[in-house]
C-alpha cells in the first residue's frame, strides 16, 4: 500500500528558532515535491527534488531527498511569521501518481 | 493569466442534488487531477487523465464521473449529493514525467 507520513502533523515553534518536518514514504520513489498552502487558499509548489541527494533551498527553507531511506526532509531556518502555513510533501508514484502526505500545519509564534 | 481556474469556486446544495465543477488549464499540460481536500486538510487522490484518457481511478463512489473533452479541461460530476461530499475539491495539471502539478484555487462544496 502507498502511504506517505510527514512528522510532525502540528508544529508550532518561536521566531528564530530552527526545525525540520520529515516526510517517509512505503515504496520506492526518485520524485518528491514539497508544496505550501495558507489558510483557505490553494497548494503552491515549493520545490522538486528528483533524484537521491537532490538538495534544494529557497531563503530559509531547505528540502532534501534522500530515495534509499525513503525519507525527505524540509528545514525551516531562523523561522519567521511568514512561513505559518502547512507544508506537504507529494511523492510520485507509477502512473502520474501523485500522492501527498498528511501534511505538517506549522504556526510560528513571535 | 490564471493557469489552472475552477469554477465555481464556492457551492452550496442540498442532499441529493447533482452538480458539476469544471476545470480549465492553459499550460499546455497533458496530465489533470482531481483532489478532495477533507476538514482535516488530507489530500486524496481522486482521478488522473493523461490526452483525455483515464490513468487512475481511486476508490471514489460511482457517484462522481470525470469528464475530459480535451486535454485542456477535466471536469467533475457528482450524482445524490450526501452529506460525506462536503470538501474542497482541487483541480491540477503538469506535464507528463516528472514536474510539479499546479493547482487550482479550490472548489468549496458543502452538501446541506
Known amino acids: 500500500e502507498l502511504k506517505v507520513e510527514q512528522n510532525p502533523l502540528f508544529l508550532s515553534m518561536q521566531e528564530g528558532k530552527n526545525y525540520t518536518i520529515y516526510c517517509n514514504y512505503s515504496?520506492?520513489?526518485?520524485?518528491l515535491y514539497w508544496y505550501r498552502q495558507d489558510p483557505g487558499k490553494s497548494l503552491e509548489s515549493l520545490f522538486v527534488l528528483l533524484s537521491n541527494g537532490a538538495v534544494k533551498q529557497e531563503g530559509r527553507l531547505m528540502a532534501s531527498l534522500d530515495t534509499k531511506a525513503r525519507l525527505s526532509t524540509l528545514h525551516i531556518t531562523a523561522a519567521v511569521h511568514d512561513l505559518s502555513a502547512t507544508y506537504f510533501c507529494a511523492v510520485e508514484f507509477g502512473n502520474e501518481k501523485l500522492t501527498f502526505g498528511t501534511g505538517t500545519r506549522l504556526t510560528i509564534i513571535p | 493569466d490564471t493557469a489552472v481556474s475552477q469554477t465555481p469556486k464556492y457551492l452550496v446544495t442540498q442532499m441529493g442534488n447533482d452538480k458539476s465543477i469544471k476545470c480549465e488549464q492553459n499550460?499546455?499540460?497533458?496530465?489533470m487531477y482531481w483532489y478532495k481536500q477533507d476538514s482535516k486538510k488530507f489530500l486524496k487522490i481522486m482521478f488522473s487523465y493523461n490526452n483525455k484518457e483515464l490513468i487512475i481511478n481511486e476508490t471514489v463512489p460511482n457517484r462522481f464521473s470525470p469528464k475530459s473533452p480535451d486535454k485542456a479541461h477535466l471536469n467533475l460530476h457528482i450524482n445524490s449529493l450526501e452529506l460525506g461530499d462536503s470538501a474542497v475539491y482541487f483541480c491540477a495539471s503538469r506535464h507528463t514525467g516528472g514536474t510539479e502539478a499546479f493547482f487550482g484555487q479550490g472548489t468549496r462544496l458543502t452538501v446541506v
Open positions: 499550460l499546455g499540460h497533458d496530465t
Open positions: 515504496t520506492t520513489s526518485d520524485r
